[in-house]
Structures are given as structure tokens and as C-alpha cells.
């Protein structure tokens, strides 16, 4: 039977047939590897997916996380799972050989990634936080930091967490008001409250690396002011040894309406609950130089932003598949026409309204999972290209595409998985499938890790006119090489390339329209669908790409034919979309900005 968490043929198509994975083993880093390597690192993927997290995804569901003032417990089956996934090696996948990395292309590696995202979202989350945990101070920490932090880390020994948010500031970063008293031997004490913290207390792991932003005093105001520091569960000896529990207590667990299965938490720091040295404050080191620590931060978060798209990406696509299952199976009604009640009943994907609900989904998801191995593919570009003008660009391409990647995905493949439900009906609505689960987890990727609207701040705001406006510039020049190749192709691939041309014209000039007397108020109010409309014409773009990518019209198998038609569907029903859309955004609509709060 196929997979129903992902396709494995849709993700060799992208890896291989689209973006020639194995053209990396030419280049040093990628030289011991080979289409065998990458094919044995994506089997032990979903197979360990399939057999060791996908079987408690509904388990730990239903039995979330519980607190009784001393212990986090979680069901057994999620410690199993992870170390099942340590025993793998594939956090390291990525990674330097140096830090016992494996060296596969980050797109492979994203790809053996999403299968345990699709197969149990929340018990993944602990080793994918942990994994941007261990890069940011790979890029930024010291070469002890990383002696005692990363590689227990990567051993999967040690978990990691990002810790951001407090309860009064939530987004705005620039209001935190945790502390960092530095110490005479070099340490500080922290002394805070953070909110909405992801695997921030378990006991899945002998050590917690927190990784916290703080002020030291006398910083700067603002986001100008804010500091990094390693915050460890556990103090962590000169020998590696485990030593006192470090200030950092649990005030309490959130309950929240998906990815239950991931503890959710408010972590007090410096309150007294453990005395380190024997006094209060949670002992802290310092990542870098101080006053950088947004900075440093950011490194995980872009990280952490990709890996949301791919995340909701990986649910979407599940709810599909398993949407397509029931479809197929599921018994219901006659064509419409059909007269004798006595004829045996259809199954409902026969019924063209099911149909189109699953090609909605199809092109949502195969779409999303092609932007986020293509910005896979961008990084390994900007780490191993050879010429030091091409890895800028790589630089520059993914930038732009990282809110995009990230709020994309978290809002189309959402629709996907409430697709998902009605194609069930009423069945779609109980526990007793996984669908409904799949939309309650997918619901918390349009909000975590910068939320929609701060996304569309991010691209209109700062990523489209960087640089003097280089950012748009590339983006539309590479669609544009795309749209040329198709056209050269000539039949159905220079249409949707004419029709892809019109709304990347269209960007660009709102864009302009939007940016044309410089008033950020004005030209933000309508960020939103500025962000929505071009991620639109960025999945059309990936949809071409596919297209192009495909055997000649009638010479392929099903697979080929599906995905064209699907590529039909989305330049027929979804781009269109972004017309009305670009025409508000043209007119620089005051609607939102002129409605008064005491009108509500």
C-alpha cells in the first residue's frame, strides 16, 4: 500500500527530476554521496516515520502533557521515538563532518525531514528545535560552547529550546524585560519570565540547552539592546559531568488546541526554585558579543521559519493523501444523471465536487513541498556554489522567500486539511480519522514563529525593497528565466508562462505603486494581501517549474499527468485569485487604516 504521510514518488520527481540533487556530488562537500546515499537516507526516513512515530501521533493527542508541580510526564512512546531517531543519525544530516554531520544536501536532508513532520508533527518538535538550536551556536557560540552544548545535542542526549516571548511583549522583542546580571567569573544570572516556549521543560533528555534573550544592564533600549545567552537545565561541568539544576523552573504548561503532544511552556528564570551555587538566579553564558543577540537569534529563527512551512507543508499533504484514501474507498451515491436506485453505489471520488476538493489539495501541497525543497536547494547553492556571485545570490533568493516559505504553506495547506475534513463529510469531523487532527495542528503554524501579518511586514516591508529594491528584482528576474524556458518550450507550458508573466508584471508594479511617496503606514496597511497575492504567483512559478520539468505530454504515467493537471488547475482556479487582490493593493486602499477602534 502507498504511504499515506507523504509520496515518495512526488519527492524523488523534485529531487531528481526537477532539481538535480545529484549534480551536488560534483562539488567537495558532497563528494562522498551518490543517488544511493540520498535514496538509503530518504528509505530510513519514512521508514522510521512510518514505524516509530506516525503509530502514538493520535496517542499523544489525546493524553497531552501533564504537570503536577514536580514532573512534566509525556506517554513513553515519544521517548522511544526520539531515540529511535538519535539511533538514525539523521538530525545530523546537514551537518559538518566535523561535528559528526553527515554532509547530505540540505535538500535531501529537508526532505527526510518532512517525513516525521507529516507522520507526528509534535514529538518531532523537540529534535528539530534542538537541531536550530545546535546551528545558531555552531555559527555563533564558542568552540567550548559547542563542546558542551552542540554535540550532546546532536548526540540527542540534549534537548534545545529558543526562548523569545514574554508574557506582556509576545512579538515585539523590543519589550522584554528579562535580565542578565554578568558575574565575576564571567557568567551572568538571568533573571525573567518567558511565555510560549516549545519543549522548554521534559524529561525526555538528560539536559534542556535554553537559549534566552535578555538585557544586560545598562543595554541599549529596544531591539538594540538585546543579548544571547545558553541558560542549561542542568549545569553542565568542564568535563562534560552533569552538576546543580540551574534556576530555570516551570510555572506552568499551555493547553493548546494542536500539537499537543509538544510541551508548550512558561518557564520562570531566577525565582528562587533552585539556587545554583547557592544563591537564586539562573547561571547564563553569554553567545557571542553582547548586544547581538536578535541577530544570533534570527539565525534560528529563519532557520525555524522554513522549517514552519515545511511542517504545515508536511500535515497538508497527509490530510490529503489520507483524504484521497477515504475518496477512493468510500461508497456514496450515483453519478449525477444516474436513475436507478437500484445501481450499485460509486465511491465518492466519482462525484466532481470531491474531485475538485482534491485537486485543491493536490495543488496546494505539491506546490508548498516545491517551494520548501527549493529553498532547500538555495542554501546547499549558497553554502557549496563554487562562484562567490552565485552563493550571494542564493543568499538573496532565499531571503526573499522565507516569509513566503513560512506563511504560504501555514495558510494553503490549512485550507488543504479542511479540505480534508469535508471530503470525509461528516466522518471528518470525529476523532475517529486523523484529518481533524492534522487542521488542529496545522493551526498553530500561521501564528508561531512570526505570525502572518508580521511575515507580510517582512517581505512588503523589508525584503522587497532591500537593497535598493534587489530583492523584488532577482525574484522577478528568476521567474522570468523560468518563463522564458517555458516559452521556448512552446504548447501548454508557454501559455501558463504568458499567464505567469501578466502577474509577475503586476508585482512589480504594486510593488512600485505601493513604495511611490515612501509612507510605510500607507504602503504597509495592506501587507497582507500583498503577501498573499505574490505567494500565489510564487506557486504558480513552482508549478511551471514542475511543468517543465515533466516528459512530454502523453509519454509519461499517471503521475506525470496528474501532477499537469494540477498545474491546469492551479493557473485556472488560484491565480486568478491575485487579481482583485493586486487591484486593492494598487489603490491603495484606506478602508482598514481609517476605521476608528471605537467603531467596533
Given at each position: 500500500?502507498?504511504?499515506?504521510?507523504?509520496?515518495r514518488?512526488?519527492l524523488?520527481?523534485?529531487?531528481?527530476d526537477?532539481?538535480?540533487?545529484?549534480q551536488l556530488?560534483?562539488?567537495?562537500r558532497?563528494?562522498?554521496?551518490?543517488?544511493e546515499t540520498?535514496?538509503?537516507?530518504l528509505?530510513?526516513?519514512?521508514r522510521v516515520?512510518t514505524e516509530?512515530?506516525?503509530?502514538?501521533?493520535r496517542?499523544?493527542d489525546?493524553a497531552?502533557?501533564t504537570?503536577?508541580?514536580?514532573?512534566?510526564?509525556?506517554i513513553?512512546q515519544?521517548r522511544?521515538?526520539l531515540?529511535s531517531?538519535a539511533?538514525t543519525?539523521?538530525?545530523?544530516?546537514?551537518?559538518d563532518?566535523?561535528?559528526?554531520?553527515?554532509?547530505?544536501?540540505?535538500a535531501?536532508?529537508?526532505?527526510?525531514?518532512?517525513?516525521?513532520?507529516?507522520?507526528?508533527?509534535?514529538?518531532?518538535?523537540?529534535p528539530?528545535?534542538?537541531?536550530g538550536?545546535?546551528?545558531?551556536?555552531?555559527?555563533?557560540?564558542s568552540a567550548?560552547?559547542v563542546?558542551?552544548y552542540v554535540?550532546?545535542m546532536?548526540?540527542?542526549?540534549?534537548f534545545?529550546t529558543?526562548?523569545?516571548?514574554?508574557p506582556h511583549?509576545g512579538s515585539?522583542?523590543?519589550?522584554?524585560?528579562?535580565?542578565?546580571?554578568?558575574q565575576?567569573?564571567g557568567?551572568?544570572?538571568?533573571?525573567?519570565?518567558?511565555?510560549w516556549i516549545?519543549g522548554?521543560?521534559h524529561?525526555?533528555?538528560?539536559n534542556?540547552?535554553?537559549?534566552?534573550?535578555?538585557?544586560?544592564?545598562?543595554a541599549?533600549?529596544?531591539?538594540?539592546g538585546?543579548?544571547l545567552?545558553i541558560?542549561?537545565?542542568?549545569?553542565v561541568?568542564?568535563?562534560?559531568?552533569?552538576?546543580?539544576?540551574n534556576?530555570v523552573v516551570l510555572a506552568?504548561?499551555?493547553?493548546?488546541?494542536g500539537?499537543?503532544?509538544?510541551?508548550?511552556t512558561?518557564?520562570?528564570?531566577g525565582?528562587?526554585g533552585?539556587?545554583?551555587g547557592g544563591?537564586?538566579?539562573a547561571?547564563?553564558h553569554?553567545v557571542?558579543a553582547?548586544h547581538q543577540?536578535?541577530?544570533q537569534?534570527f539565525?534560528?529563527?529563519?532557520e525555524a521559519?522554513?522549517?514552519?512551512?515545511a511542517g504545515?507543508?508536511?500535515l497538508?499533504?497527509?490530510?490529503?493523501l489520507?483524504?484521497?484514501a477515504?475518496?477512493?474507498?468510500r461508497p456514496?451515491g450515483r453519478?449525477?444523471?444516474?436513475?436507478?436506485p437500484a445501481a450499485?453505489?460509486?465511491?465518492i471520488i466519482?462525484?466532481?465536487d470531491?474531485r475538485r476538493?482534491l485537486?485543491?489539495?493536490?495543488s496546494?501541497v505539491e506546490?508548498a513541498l516545491?517551494?520548501?525543497?527549493?529553498?532547500?536547494?538555495?542554501?546547499?547553492?549558497?553554502?557549496?556554489?563554487p562562484?562567490?556571485?552565485?552563493?550571494?545570490?542564493?543568499?538573496l533568493l532565499?531571503d526573499v522567500?522565507?516569509?513566503?516559505?513560512?506563511?504560504?504553506?501555514?495558510?494553503?495547506?490549512?485550507?488543504a486539511?479542511d479540505?480534508a475534513?469535508?471530503v470525509l463529510g461528516g466522518?471528518?469531523y470525529t476523532?475517529?480519522?486523523?484529518?481533524e487532527?492534522?487542521y488542529?495542528?496545522?493551526?498553530?503554524?500561521?501564528i508561531?514563529?512570526g505570525?502572518?501579518?508580521?511575515q507580510?511586514?517582512?517581505l512588503l516591508?523589508?525584503k522587497m525593497?532591500?537593497q535598493?529594491?534587489?530583492?523584488?528584482?532577482?525574484?522577478?528576474?528568476?521567474?522570468?528565466d523560468?518563463?522564458?524556458?517555458?516559452?521556448?518550450a512552446?504548447g501548454?507550458?508557454?501559455?501558463?508562462?504568458?499567464?505567469l508573466?501578466?502577474?509577475v508584471?503586476?508585482?512589480?508594479?504594486?510593488?512600485g505603486?505601493?513604495w511611490?511617496d515612501g509612507?510605510?503606514?500607507?504602503?504597509?496597511a495592506n501587507?497582507?494581501a500583498?503577501?498573499?497575492?505574490?505567494?500565489h504567483v510564487v506557486i504558480?512559478?513552482?508549478?511551471?517549474?514542475?511543468?517543465l520539468?515533466?516528459?512530454?505530454?502523453g509519454?509519461?504515467?499517471?503521475?506525470h499527468?496528474g501532477?499537469?493537471?494540477?498545474?491546469?488547475y492551479?493557473?485556472?482556479v488560484e491565480l486568478?485569485?491575485?487579481g482583485p487582490?493586486?487591484?486593492?493593493?494598487?489603490?491603495?486602499d484606506r478602508?482598514?487604516?481609517d476605521m476608528?477602534?471605537?467603531?467596533f
Amino acid at each position: 500500500m502507498p504511504s499515506t504521510l507523504l509520496s515518495r514518488r512526488d519527492l524523488d520527481f523534485l529531487l531528481h527530476d526537477w532539481l538535480r540533487v545529484c549534480q551536488l556530488v560534483e562539488r567537495p562537500r558532497y563528494a562522498e554521496h551518490s543517488r544511493e546515499t540520498f535514496d538509503d537516507a530518504l528509505d530510513l526516513a519514512e521508514r522510521v516515520a512510518t514505524e516509530q512515530f506516525a503509530p502514538h501521533n493520535r496517542a499523544a493527542d489525546l493524553a497531552e502533557p501533564t504537570f503536577d508541580g514536580q514532573r512534566v510526564r509525556l506517554i513513553p512512546q515519544v521517548r522511544a521515538a526520539l531515540d529511535s531517531f538519535a539511533e538514525t543519525g539523521l538530525l545530523t544530516a546537514g551537518l559538518d563532518a566535523s561535528v559528526g554531520g553527515l554532509q547530505l544536501p540540505h535538500a535531501v536532508a529537508a526532505a527526510c525531514f518532512t517525513w516525521f513532520q507529516a507522520a507526528n508533527v509534535a514529538t518531532s518538535a523537540y529534535p528539530f528545535l534542538t537541531l536550530g538550536n545546535a546551528n545558531l551556536l555552531l555559527a555563533h557560540g564558542s568552540a567550548e560552547q559547542v563542546d558542551t552544548y552542540v554535540r550532546p545535542m546532536l548526540e540527542g542526549r540534549f534537548f534545545g529550546t529558543m526562548c523569545l516571548s514574554e508574557p506582556h511583549a509576545g512579538s515585539s522583542l523590543a519589550d522584554i524585560t528579562t535580565r542578565a546580571e554578568p558575574q565575576a567569573d564571567g557568567t551572568y544570572r538571568l533573571f525573567g519570565t518567558k511565555m510560549w516556549i516549545s519543549g522548554g521543560d521534559h524529561e525526555l533528555a538528560e539536559n534542556i540547552v535554553h537559549l534566552v534573550l535578555a538585557r544586560i544592564p545598562g543595554a541599549p533600549l529596544g531591539v538594540k539592546g538585546i543579548s544571547l545567552f545558553i541558560v542549561p537545565k542542568v549545569l553542565v561541568g568542564a568535563d562534560g559531568s552533569l552538576g546543580d539544576r540551574n534556576d530555570v523552573v516551570l510555572a506552568g504548561l499551555n493547553h493548546k488546541m494542536g500539537f499537543r503532544g509538544t510541551t508548550n511552556t512558561l518557564l520562570s528564570f531566577g525565582d528562587g526554585g533552585h539556587t545554583p551555587g547557592g544563591r537564586p538566579g539562573a547561571v547564563g553564558h553569554l553567545v557571542g558579543a553582547p548586544h547581538q543577540g536578535l541577530a544570533q537569534m534570527f539565525h534560528m529563527m529563519n532557520e525555524a521559519r522554513i522549517g514552519v512551512g515545511a511542517g504545515a507543508t508536511a500535515l497538508g499533504y497527509t490530510g490529503y493523501l489520507k483524504s484521497l484514501a477515504y475518496a477512493r474507498q468510500r461508497p456514496q451515491g450515483r453519478p449525477v444523471g444516474a436513475k436507478d436506485p437500484a445501481a450499485a453505489q460509486v465511491p465518492i471520488i466519482d462525484h466532481p465536487d470531491v474531485r475538485r476538493m482534491l485537486l485543491a489539495q493536490k495543488s496546494y501541497v505539491e506546490g508548498a513541498l516545491a517551494l520548501v525543497l527549493y529553498c532547500a536547494r538555495l542554501l546547499d547553492e549558497q553554502k557549496t556554489a563554487p562562484d562567490d556571485a552565485d552563493r550571494a545570490r542564493a543568499h538573496l533568493l532565499l531571503d526573499v522567500l522565507t516569509p513566503i516559505t513560512k506563511s504560504w504553506p501555514s495558510q494553503w495547506c490549512l485550507a488543504a486539511n479542511d479540505l480534508a475534513i469535508q471530503v470525509l463529510g461528516g466522518a471528518g469531523y470525529t476523532r475517529d480519522h486523523d484529518v481533524e487532527q492534522h487542521y488542529r495542528d496545522n493551526r498553530l503554524n500561521p501564528i508561531h514563529e512570526g505570525t502572518h501579518g508580521i511575515q507580510a511586514l517582512d517581505l512588503l516591508g523589508r525584503k522587497m525593497t532591500m537593497q535598493g529594491g534587489a530583492g523584488l528584482a532577482l525574484l522577478t528576474r528568476t521567474i522570468g528565466d523560468t518563463i522564458e524556458r517555458a516559452r521556448r518550450a512552446g504548447g501548454e507550458a508557454a501559455g501558463l508562462a504568458d499567464r505567469l508573466a501578466g502577474a509577475v508584471d503586476r508585482v512589480t508594479a504594486v510593488t512600485g505603486r505601493l513604495w511611490a511617496d515612501g509612507d510605510p503606514v500607507l504602503a504597509l496597511a495592506n501587507a497582507s494581501a500583498y503577501l498573499e497575492a505574490v505567494g500565489h504567483v510564487v506557486i504558480a512559478w513552482m508549478w511551471l517549474e514542475q511543468v517543465l520539468a515533466l516528459p512530454p505530454e502523453g509519454a509519461g504515467d499517471a503521475f506525470h499527468a496528474g501532477k499537469r493537471q494540477a498545474a491546469r488547475y492551479f493557473f485556472t482556479v488560484e491565480l486568478p485569485r491575485t487579481g482583485p487582490q493586486f487591484d486593492l493593493l494598487a489603490s491603495r486602499d484606506r478602508t482598514t487604516l481609517d476605521m476608528r477602534t471605537d467603531w467596533f
